[in-house]
C-alpha cells in the first residue's frame, strides 16, 4: 500500500486563484493552533496578529515600508519564475544594492547635492545586478544550476556585509556599534510620514513588469521559454538571452530594494541587517501567482505577517520569529495547493503497483 | 528440436488500434532471429510483451514448451530472458561495476562484481574496465555495459533493439563476433534492425512484421536485401500520380555540403548533405526514424546554425549561418514533427501561437516591442477558417485541439505567409485521413502556386503521394533525390536500409 501522485487531465484555472486563498486559510487554522498550544486564546491572539495592525495609523505606514521592498524584489522574481529562471539569492543581490548605496556616504560623505541620491539608487541597482550576473553566467557559460549558485552567493553577500560594516566602514565615532555613518540630507530617500520613495518605485516596477508581461512581445518571450523552452527555440528566441535577462531584471529590482530600504528607513548600514526580504519576496512570488500585480496583494499580506509578529511579541510577550512560522507554513501550504491542482493522491496497493508497471 | 520461446496467436490492442495481430513466431535455443519491419509495423510492441514491460490483449507465451505469463521485466529476468535496449538507462557519474551492482540482485560486492564483469567481458570480447566512469565512455562501451549486465544473469534469451543503430562499423563487427559466440553457446538472440545487410549477415531466421501482423519468416541467408526490403514495405505501394510539374523552375533551396555534429551521444551526425528544390517541387526525404531527421530539420530550420553560411541558400542567398527567423524573413516557413512543445505552445491560445513563429516577419504582430492582438487573433481566425479547423471557443489553447485540427492550424499557420520555401517534418503524423488528405493538398498547391517544398516523412504512402521527387536519408547521409516515378518500393527500402551510404573504406580511398 503506498501513496501516488497522479497527474490531473484539466487543471482548473479557478483553483490556481483559489489556491492562495485556501493556503491563507489552512495558515490561519494552524496557526490558531500554534498560539493554543502555546495557552493564549486562539482568537484573540490572531486577531492582534493579523487585524489589530490594520486599525492603526502607523502600523498601516509601516505595512507600505515593509511591503515596498517585498513588492519590488517579489514583482522580479515572478518575471524570472516565469521564464522558468530560478534566481534564489534576492536576499544576496538585495544586500549587495545596500552595500552599494552605502558607499557613497561612506567614502563621500559631505557629497550633498541631489544627484548623490540618483547615484546612490543607481549604484543600488548595479550591486543587485552584477551579484545576479555571476549565477547567469554559471548557469548560461557552464550550465551550473542556478538554484543553487544564487542560493549560496547569498552568504557571501552576507559575510561581505558584515566584514565591511565591522571593519573598514565602520563609523569612526560610533562608540565601536558595527554601524556605518549615519546618511545625511540627499542621500536619503523623501519621506512621507514613513513611507519613502521606494513604495513608488515598487508601484511603478509592478505595474510596468505586468505591462510587460501581458503586452509586450518580451514578455511573450519570456512566457514562452518559460513553458515550452523547444518552442521558444523555434520562435528564434535565446534562452541564454532569457536568463541573463531575468537576473538582471530581478537582480536589479532586488538592489533597488536594498539601496531605498537603507535610504528611506535606516538611513544607515548595520549589522545584522535583513529581516530576510529577499527570501520572504519568493514567498510573495508564488503567493502572488507570478503576475506582477498579485505580487503587489501578496507584498502587502507578507508585510502584515511581518508586523502581526512585531504586534505579538509587544502584545503578548511571544517572540517575534513566529513571524517566520507563519511564513513558512504558508508557502508549505501553498505549495502544497499548487500540487494538488497538478496532481491528484491515490492510495495504490501492491498489485495495482505491479499492474502499473506491467502495463 | 524444442523451441524455446514461442508466441501463439499473440494480439495486442492500443484502444482500437492492433498494434500486433494474431502473431505467432518460435525461437529456437542458439538461433539469432531477426524481427524485421518499417516504424510502426510492431517490433517494439511485440518485444515489449516478450520482456514483460506490456501485457497482451489475447494470445499466449510457452517458454520451453510451457506456457507462461510475464507480468513484469522482473519475471523475463527471472525465466532468463534479457534485453539490451537502444536508449541505454546509465548513470554517467557511477562506474561501470557501480552501474552493473545496481541492476544485481542481492547484496553488494563490489571486489567479486569487478573480477567477474572482467571475466565475462574477456569472454566475449567486450573490453571494458569495470572501473571507469560511465560519462568519460564512447556509446559502443556504453552498449557493452548493458550487454555484459545482461550476460551476468546468465540468459537464455537476448532481446537487442536496434543495437547497431548508434555504433560505428567497427564496432558493430565486434558486436555481431558476441552475438555469434553468445549463439554458440546456446543463448537464442532476438535482434532488431532496419539494415537487412547486417540481418543477412547475422541472423539464422528472419520475422517480418507488417501493420502488426507476421507477413513471412524467412532464412536471410536465402534472401537478396531487396526482396527483404520488398517483403518489409510490401508491394502495395502505389505509384500514383506522376503530374511532373515543369523542371525549369529557379532552385528556391539549395543545400550543398550540409554538415552538422552531433550533439549527444544519441544524436545522428548529419555528412556532406546536397539537395536542391526548385519552384513548384515537392521534394520528400524519405527514411527510417532517427536516421538524422531531428538534426536535419533543426540545420535547414536555423535552430542549429550551421558552420558555413553557403551550407544553405533561400533564393540564391545564403543563411547557413543565420537563425530560424531570418531565415523566415528571407521568405522560408517551417513546421517541426512535435506540434505540442515545438510547433506550438501547448498552454497558449491559438493566437498567442501565431505570435509564436510569425513575430519576426509579420511586423503588424509586433510593433514598438508590444505584440498587437488584434491582429494575432486575426490571423488565427483567418488560418482556422481556411484550414477548417474545429474548436470550441473562438481562441482555445493549443492543447484542447485533437491532433489532426492542430496539426492543420500549425501548417495553415505558416501557409498563410505564402512562403516561398516550405520545410515540413512529419506533416500528417497521428493525423486522421480527414486532416491528413487536407494538409497534404494544402502543401502539394503552394508548390503548384511556384514555392518549393521539402518534406521529410516516414510515410511511404504520403511520399508517393505528394513528391515530385524522393531522396532517402539514413545515418545522417542523404541519397540523390530521384524522380518518385522511376522508384520502386524495393529501391527505397534498399536506400532506407542504407545502400547509398558511402562506406568508411571509400571515404579512405577518397582522401
Not at chain 1, 521564464?83 to 552605502?102: P, S, T, Y
Not at chain 2, 531477426?34 to 516478450?50: P, R
Request: hydrophobic share 50%; aromatic share 8%.
Amino acid at each position: 500500500m503506498r501513496l501516488v501522485l497522479e497527474k490531473r487531465a484539466e487543471h482548473s484555472a479557478k483553483m490556481a486563484l483559489l489556491s492562495p486563498i485556501i493556503a491563507l486559510a489552512l495558515t490561519v487554522v494552524v496557526g490558531g493552533v500554534i498560539f493554543a498550544l502555546r495557552g493564549l486564546d486562539p482568537v484573540e491572539a490572531l486577531y492582534v496578529y493579523f487585524i489589530e495592525p490594520l486599525t492603526q495609523d502607523w502600523a498601516r505606514q509601516q505595512l507600505i515600508v515593509k511591503a515596498a521592498p517585498l513588492v519590488l524584489i517579489g514583482a522580479g522574481l515572478a518575471v524570472a519564475y516565469s521564464a522558468n529562471v530560478w534566481n534564489i539569492g534576492a536576499e544576496g543581490q538585495f544586500i549587495l544594492g545596500a552595500l552599494l548605496a552605502g558607499m557613497v556616504p561612506v567614502y563621500f560623505t559631505s557629497w550633498q547635492t541631489p544627484d548623490a541620491m540618483v547615484a546612490m539608487i543607481l549604484l543600488g541597482v548595479i550591486g543587485g545586478m552584477a551579484w545576479a550576473m555571476a549565477p547567469a553566467v554559471l548557469k548560461t557559460r557552464f550550465g551550473a544550476n542556478d538554484i543553487l549558485s544564487s542560493l549560496m552567493l547569498v552568504y557571501v553577500a552576507q559575510f561581505l556585509f558584515d566584514w565591511l560594516v565591522r571593519g573598514p566602514w565602520r563609523d569612526p565615532q560610533g562608540f565601536n556599534f558595527p554601524k556605518t555613518v549615519n546618511f545625511d540630507g540627499w542621500q536619503l530617500l523623501p519621506r512621507w510620514g514613513d513611507i519613502h520613495l521606494g513604495a513608488l518605485f515598487a508601484l511603478i516596477a509592478a505595474l510596468a513588469l505586468f505591462l510587460m508581461m501581458t503586452r509586450m512581445l518580451k514578455g511573450f518571450e519570456l512566457k514562452v521559454l518559460g513553458a515550452a523552452p523547444r518552442a521558444g527555440r523555434f520562435a528564434g528566441f535565446s534562452g541564454a538571452r532569457a536568463v541573463i535577462f531575468c537576473f538582471l531584471l530581478s537582480g536589479g529590482l532586488a538592489g533597488l530594494a536594498g539601496a531605498s530600504d537603507v535610504m528611506g528607513l535606516s538611513g544607515q548600514l548595520q549589522t545584522p541587517y535583513s529581516p530576510g526580504y529577499g527570501f520572504v519576496a519568493i514567498i510573495v512570488a508564488f503567493l502572488g501567482r507570478l503576475n506582477p500585480v498579485g505580487v503587489i496583494i501578496a507584498g502587502l499580506l507578507l508585510a502584515l505577517s511581518f508586523i502581526g509578529g512585531e504586534n505579538v511579541q509587544v502584545a503578548l510577550g511571544i517572540s517575534d520569529k513566529i513571524a517566520k512560522v507563519f511564513q513558512g507554513i504558508l508557502l508549505f501550504f501553498l505549495l502544497a495547493c499548487d500540487t494538488m491542482i497538478l496532481y491528484r493522491i491515490r492510495l495504490e496497493t501492491s498489485r495495482q503497483a505491479a499492474a502499473r508497471a506491467g502495463g | 528440436m524444442d523451441y524455446l520461446l514461442e508466441a501463439l496467436h499473440v494480439t495486442k490492442l492500443f484502444g482500437a488500434l492492433k498494434a500486433n495481430d494474431d502473431v505467432t513466431l518460435r525461437v529456437k535455443p542458439g538461433e539469432i532471429h531477426a524481427f524485421l519491419g518499417e516504424n510502426g509495423a510492431g517490433k517494439s510492441t511485440l518485444v515489449k510483451m516478450i520482456y514483460g514491460a506490456l501485457q497482451p490483449s489475447a494470445g499466449e507465451f510457452r517458454w520451453m514448451g510451457r506456457r507462461v505469463a510475464i507480468p513484469s521485466p522482473a519475471a523475463a529476468r527471472k525465466l532468463g530472458i534479457g534485453m539490451v535496449f537502444q536508449h541505454f538507462s546509465l548513470f554517467e557519474a557511477l562506474t561501470v561495476a557501480e552501474n552493473i551492482a545496481l541492476a544485481m540482485p542481492g547484496p553488494f560486492d563490489m571486489k567479486a562484481l569487478s573480477a567477474r564483469i572482467a571475466s565475462v567481458s574477456r569472454e566475449y570480447g567486450l573490453p571494458l574496465e569495470p572501473s571507469a566512469v560511465v560519462a568519460d565512455l564512447s556509446v559502443g562501451e556504453r552498449q557493452r555495459i548493458e550487454i555484459v549486465r545482461c550476460l551476468l544473469q546468465e540468459p537464455r534469451l537476448l532481446i537487442m533493439d536496434e543495437p547497431t543503430a548508434v555504433l560505428t562499423p567497427q564496432e558493430a563487427d565486434q558486436l555481431f563476433v558476441t552475438l555469434t559466440r553468445l549463439a554458440g553457446e546456446g543463448c537464442a538472440v532476438i535482434y532488431i534492425s532496419h539494415r537487412l545487410e547486417e540481418v543477412k549477415r547475422l541472423c539464422h531466421n528472419a520475422t517480418i512484421l507488417r501493420h502488426g501482423k507476421v507477413v513471412a519468416n524467412v532464412d536471410p541467408a536465402e534472401e537478396t536485401a531487396a526482396s527483404l526490403a520488398r517483403l518489409m514495405v510490401g508491394g502495395d505501394i502505389h505509384v500514383v500520380r506522376a503530374v511532373a510539374p515543369d523542371a525549369g523552375g529557379a532552385v528556391r533551396l539549395a543545400l550543398s555540403g550540409l554538415e552538422l555534429e552531433a550533439d549527444g551521444p544519441f544524436a545522428v551526425a548529419l555528412k556532406d548533405i546536397s539537395l536542391e528544390v526548385r519552384a513548384g517541387e515537392v521534394v520528400a526525404v524519405a527514411g527510417v526514424a532517427g536516421n538524422g531527421q531531428a538534426e536535419f530539420f533543426d540545420a535547414v530550420s536555423g535552430e542549429r546554425r550551421l558552420a558555413d553560411d553557403a551550407m544553405i541558400a533561400l533564393d540564391g542567398r545564403p543563411v547557413g549561418r543565420s537563425g530560424v527567423n531570418a531565415r523566415r524573413k528571407a521568405g522560408a516557413a517551417f513546421v517541426p514533427e512535435e506540434r505540442l512543445g515545438h510547433g506550438a505552445v501547448p498552454g497558449f491560445t491559438l493566437s498567442q501561437n501565431v505570435v509564436l513563429t510569425r513575430h519576426a516577419c509579420d511586423p503588424q504582430l509586433a510593433r514598438g516591442g508590444f505584440v498587437n492582438r488584434e491582429a494575432a487573433t486575426g490571423i488565427a481566425a483567418r488560418v482556422s477558417k481556411a484550414f477548417d479547423v474545429r474548436k470550441a471557443k473562438p481562441d482555445p489553447e493549443a492543447r484542447s485541439l485533437s491532433g489532426g485540427n492542430l496539426q492543420k492550424f500549425v501548417v495553415g499557420r505558416e501557409l498563410d505567409r505564402r512562403p516561398g520555401v516550405l520545410v515540413v517534418n512529419q506533416p500528417t503524423w497521428g493525423v486522421d485521413a480527414g486532416a491528413s488528405a487536407t494538409i497534404r493538398q494544402a502543401i502539394v498547391d503552394l508548390a503548384r502556386q511556384g514555392s518549393a517544398v521539402l518534406v521529410i516523412s516516414q510515410d511511404l504512402d504520403e511520399i508517393f503521394e505528394i513528391a515530385d521527387r524522393i531522396a532517402v536519408i539514413s545515418r545522417g547521409q542523404l541519397s540523390d533525390a530521384y524522380p518518385a516515378a522511376s522508384l520502386s518500393a524495393e529501391r527505397i527500402g534498399l536506400l532506407m536500409a542504407g545502400a547509398h551510404e558511402r562506406r568508411e573504406s571509400a571515404h579512405a580511398a577518397r582522401a
